[in-house]
């Protein structure tokens, strides 16, 4: 057994993740780490592994809970198993130039064999020291210089490697440095791909659409989708889930729990959950799926409302929800303020909340797809 284990992966941590895994099967609520643990991914885990080894660069869009990090975190397996190395920066919280140090610094640590071949380099780096716990960065005077001297050493002695940032929208505040930062490794480092994902499209939309001006214009990531699944994957997800915790469901509790859930794996995992491992009756399951959708969406919407106008955004966001044409959205952002807000107040607000794939807009009809979003824009447990 130990042998066997030895064979597949590098650490003991590493088989105590796969077997924790397993046992938990489809419904664990994590991000999946194993291709083996993600559902009906196979052909966009070929594809995003294909185009990170033709050094393609890859913003993964989705909607929250879709299943991009699992996506990611499954690719990576295959990746190393073909000799890039992937170096995994979870971005969520980092704040500036020191949080975005932080986060490499981080996903270095987990990543041994890039962190002994950087070694040398690093150490010589200002900012940057090593203790038993692998890299730490101290307060650099110039963080993006140390940032760069990092990837630098990355880029010359690790190899092809992957190097992801997710939840990138994290860092909008200061794009513009990224967007430098990027471009240089782009141009100097053709070894290191980056792949950008977060649920949130603030940043990625200067990365997807760059202008002429842009440091990143000619050299954008692939975009690649990931969609719900169909109604038919999401009940076969359901079903494969409940078989294996050896539970019983009917039909009809299927088929409501996929009509309630819109397809996205998350919620359908949650779902699953509640059914499976807290062995809630259907109806309360689907009800605790839909609070704590609720509440996850809360969260984030707040995490997104830090810094705007509160009062105009929520005015927009929830006349959106029954969809609106641009004048009623100016009418009940006048309403809710109390005065007349400018064209422009409107516009940017407008033009903030599609980049941040909040709320879409069709032919001047602006809705919130987001069904947890749209359930909770239409309580009053947001105001
Ligand atoms: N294809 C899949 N097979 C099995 N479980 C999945 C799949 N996709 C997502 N999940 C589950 O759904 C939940 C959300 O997945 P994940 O965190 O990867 O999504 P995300 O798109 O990164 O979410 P967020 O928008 O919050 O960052 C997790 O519990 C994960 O285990
Ligand atoms: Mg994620």
């Given at each position: ?23 938990l099967s489809l419904f ?199 969609e719900p699944f169909t ?42 959950n509640n059914v499976a ?107």
């Amino acid at each position: 057994m130990h042998v066997l284990f030895a064979d597949r992966f590098k650490t003991r941590g590493d088989s105590l993740k796969y077997l924790r895994g397993l046992s938990l099967s489809l419904f664990n609520l994590n991000p999946k780490e194993f291709p083996k643990e993600l559902f009906g991914r196979e052909k966009e885990l070929d594809e995003l592994v294909r185009l990170v080894k033709a050094r393609r660069w890859i913003a993964i869009l989705g909607p929250r809970m879709v299943g991009k990090t699992s996506l990611i975190k499954a690719a990576n397996v295959k990746l190393e198993k073909t000799g890039v190395k992937a170096i995994y920066v979870n971005l969520w919280g980092a704040k500036g130039t020191h949080g975005l140090l932080n986060a490499l610094a981080q996903g270095l640590n987990k990543e041994n064999s890039v962190l002994q071949k950087i070694k040398d380099m690093a150490n010589r780096t200002e900012g940057v020291s090593f203790g038993p716990g692998g890299i730490s960065i101290s307060l650099s005077k110039r963080p993006m210089t140390t940032m760069w001297d990092l990837l630098g050493a990355i880029g010359k002695q690790a190899g092809d490697c992957v190097i992801e940032l997710d939840e990138v929208q994290e860092l909008s505040a200061i794009s513009g440095h990224l967007l430098r930062l990027l471009a240089n490794i782009f141009n100097t480092h053709p070894n290191v791909v980056f792949i950008l994902t977060g649920s949130m499209f603030g940043l990625m939309k200067t990365l997807l659409e760059p202008r002429s001006t842009s440091p990143m214009y000619g050299r954008s990531p692939a975009k690649f989708y990931l969609e719900p699944f169909t109604k038919e994957k999401s009940s076969e997800f359901l079903k494969k889930g409940v078989q294996e915790c050896h539970e019983a469901t009917t039909e009809e509790q299927i088929e409501e729990a996929v009509e309630k859930l819109d397809g996205i794996p998350g919620w359908l995992t949650l779902y699953g959950n509640n059914v499976a491992v807290r062995k809630l009756p259907h109806k309360k399951a689907i009800q605790e799926t839909i609070s704590e959708g609720m509440k996850i969406t809360k969260d984030e919407l707040e995490h997104f409302l830090q810094g705007r106008d509160r009062t105009t955004y929520l005015a927009a966001l929830k006349i959106a929800a029954t969809s609106a044409r641009w004048k009623e959205i100016k009418a009940a952002i006048e309403t809710r303020r109390n005065s007349v807000p400018n064209d422009a107040t409107v516009q940017n607000a407008l033009e903030n909340l599609k980049a941040a794939m909040l709320t879409n807009e069709e032919e001047g009809v602006y809705t919130v797809k987001d069904p947890m979003l749209r359930k909770l824009l239409l309580t009053s447990q947001i105001t």
